[in-house]
């Protein structure tokens, strides 16, 4: 069982930058993988980007070039640099490890 909480979250013009953080505590933080999701109101919640064991890296197409996710597992901790900020970038960003879920942190572009 991993508590997951998310930070990093806030109000930002488009084409501005955030950092979210996400920290799992439990132990053996190395050995999975971690995935970032958003939900925007009125649709479905959708994956933004993964990051394996390994450091392999996923992003889907929407976020593709303008976000980075990383991790420091010495902290136990994955980033999701956010860069180039669109207003459709506007969505309550979860961070996911294997069935447990934050409670998210709300990111608003504003045009």
């Known amino acids: 069982q991993w508590q997951v909480m998310e930070s990093g979250g806030g109000v930002v013009q488009a084409g501005g930058f955030l950092r979210l953080s996400c920290t799992a505590s439990?132990?053996?933080?190395?050995?999975?993988?971690v995935n970032w999701y958003r939900q925007a109101p009125g649709k479905q919640r959708e994956l933004v980007a993964t990051?394996?064991?390994?450091?392999?890296?996923y992003y889907t197409d929407s976020t593709k070039g303008r976000f980075t996710i990383s991790r420091d597992n010495a902290k136990n901790t994955v980033y999701l640099q956010m860069n180039g900020l669109k207003p459709e970038d506007t969505a309550v960003y979860y961070c996911?490890?294997?069935?447990?879920w934050g409670q998210g942190t709300q990111v608003t572009v504003s045009s």
């Open positions: 990051i394996f064991k390994s450091g392999t890296t």
């Open positions: 439990g132990e053996g933080f190395r050995n999975i993988a």
């Open positions: 996911n490890v294997q069935t447990n």
